[in-house]
T-cell receptor, first 113, second 114 residues
Framework: GNSVTQMEGPVTLSEEAFLTINCTYT??????LFWYVQYPGEGLQLLLK?????DKGSNKGFEATYRKETTSFHLEKGSVQVSDSAVYFC????????????FGKGTKLTVNP | DTAVSQTPKYLVTQMGNDKSIKCEQN?????MYWYKQDSKKFLKIMFS???????INETVPNRFSPKSPDKAHLNLHINSLELGDSAVYFC?????????????FGSGTRLTVV
């Protein structure tokens, strides 16, 4: 079945450091790919998405590029802030109009001042 | 505000009790979901309804029964609660229109069974 693998956390960075959270997937066909963010005590919010190969999703300084050749969708940000501390989830939706999202296990990011 | 809203936000109950969690969305979406998030933050889909019709029913104990009175509401009833049911339950909704844009999530219901 389809699956998503994220790098194990937690990740701790200093403010203004560069962030990479790795995400790879296994899927048949051409899924859409997503990054969601969960701030403490809240629900998940869509951060960015990409629907086809070589698409780049971006939002709030975060970016991720859909790489079909490496089946990856790594999340990056050039300069993190304390307010970016959260849990980040990579997810894919199954091809063909299915609206089921399969999530990775999440990566907790803590940014220290 | 347009949103997915869940009630209650917190629920503490004893083993063996029956409880319900309610979810409503005013986004005009036609599909709603229940996800369970365990203590390690792992998210697993439980159920999905499209226009009041059950379309996804993962391997979930029969003690869990979803009900969708209309496409804006999806409630979750749990019978004979067990310690292992303690988790955060998230409701979500989506609309498939010229592609899938992902879900809008509620803020979660933290269920603690004692």
């Amino acid at each position: 079945g389809n699956s998503v693998t994220q790098m194990e956390g937690p990740v701790t960075l200093s403010e203004e450091a560069f962030l990479t959270i790795n995400c790879t997937y296994t899927a048949t066909g051409y899924p859409s790919l997503f990054w969601y963010v969960q701030y403490p005590g809240e629900g998940l919010q869509l951060l960015l998405k990409a629907t086809k190969a070589d698409d780049k999703g971006s939002n709030k300084g975060f970016e991720a590029t859909y790489r079909k050749e490496t089946t990856s969708f790594h999340l990056e940000k050039g300069s993190v802030q304390v307010s970016d501390s959260a849990v980040y989830f990579c997810a894919l939706s199954e091809e063909g109009g299915s609206e089921k999202l399969v999530f990775g296990k999440g990566t907790k990011l803590t940014v220290n001042p | 505000d347009t949103a997915v809203s869940q009630t209650p936000k917190y629920l503490v109950t004893q083993m063996g009790n029956d409880k319900s969690i309610k979810c409503e969305q005013n986004l005009g979406h036609d599909t709603m979901y229940w996800y369970k998030q365990d203590s390690k933050k792992f998210l697993k889909i439980m159920f999905s309804y499209n226009n009041k019709e059950l379309i996804i029913n993962e391997t979930v104990p029969n003690r869990f029964s979803p009900k969708s009175p209309d496409k804006a509401h999806l409630n979750l009833h749990i019978n004979s609660l067990e310690l292992g049911d303690s988790a955060v339950y998230f409701c979500a909704s989506s609309q498939f229109h010229r592609g899938f844009d992902g879900y809008t999530f509620g803020s979660g219901t933290r269920l603690t069974v004692v």
